[in-house]
């Protein structure tokens, strides 16, 4: 059974700060390529559950939401 965990994205100086108020924890990336890898690693670590279980509604910045697909 898979459980859906919002991931809010911003950014942080150097990198990408990843919020998960589901379990209360911030994590970073360096790339936006990782945001979704990270969020389900700290997800995986803080509920005991495995990453392919995980179902992720990124919340991405205004910026970056608007920029259309390549």
Do not use: F, H, N
């Not at 809010?8 to 990782?34: G, K, N």
């Not at 670590?45 to 920029?67: G, K, N, Q, R, Y």
């Amino acid at each position: 059974m898979s459980k859906t965990y919002s991931a809010r994205v911003s950014r942080d100086e150097d990198a990408w700060s990843i919020e998960v108020p589901e379990v209360d924890r911030v994590t970073q990336a360096l790339d936006l390529r990782q945001v979704d890898a990270m969020a389900s690693d700290l997800i995986a670590v803080m509920d005991d559950v495995d990453p392919d279980s995980i179902e992720l509604d990124i919340e991405w910045p205004a910026d970056i939401a608007a920029t259309p697909s390549a």
